[in-house]
């Protein structure tokens, strides 16, 4: 959804700057859980 409504302001504003902003976004955040869930599974490891 988020990247839909990125293109959608893209193509209104005709640059790429909306995509641009939105994966970095992506990344980010997807970056933030995956070291959350790692802490998490290192907190919970049964095999220390």
Do not use: D, W
């Amino acid at each position: 959804e988020m990247f839909t409504i990125a293109k959608q302001i893209a193509a209104t504003y005709a640059n790429l700057i909306p995509l641009f902003v939105a994966g970095i976004f992506y990344y980010v955040f997807n970056f933030l859980v995956a070291f959350v869930m790692e802490l998490i599974e290192k907190r919970l490891s049964y095999y220390k």
